[in-house]
Nanobody
Framework: QVQLVESGGGLVQAGGSLRLSCAAS????????MGWFRQAPGKEREFVAV????????NYADAVNGRFTISRDNAMNKVYLQMNSLKSEDTAVYYC??????????????????WGQGTQVTVSS
């Protein structure tokens, strides 16, 4: 089991920045690729970003590419999502998720093994 706890969400004005954190515990978190997903009211959960177990590879959704940066600190068992130039359409509950490193860097939420409880991000225009 891997337990994931997100933090850092909140209310921010359009154009502002937030940094989300995801703390992992349990089985060796460094054995997992880590992803961020988001879900807005009435919409399906969507991929935001993913980082490989080593931190050497990343992938981003087109909607956030160039504005968001995913990173990880395996010594601290943490994953981060730096969000800049926030837009109202970024408003959602953001979730961190883990998929075993032997699998691909997936953008499909159904392939992830563990999930956090989510943190709300609200961007006011």
């Amino acid at each position: 089991q891997v337990q994931l706890v997100e933090s850092g969400g909140g209310l921010v004005q359009a154009g502002g920045s937030l940094r989300l954190s995801c703390a992992a515990s349990g089985r060796t978190a460094s054995n997992y690729h880590m992803g961020w997903f988001r879900q807005a009211p009435g919409k399906e959960r969507e991929f935001v970003a993913v980082i490989s177990w080593s931190g050497g590879r990343t992938n981003y959704a087109d909607a956030v590419n160039g504005r968001f940066t995913i990173s990880r600190d395996n010594a601290m068992n943490k994953v981060y999502l730096q969000m800049n130039s926030l837009k109202s359409e970024d408003t959602a509950v953001y979730y961190c998720a883990a998929v075993h490193f032997l699998r691909n860097l997936s953008t499909n939420p159904r392939q992830y093994d563990y999930w956090g409880q989510g943190t709300q991000v609200t961007v006011s225009s």
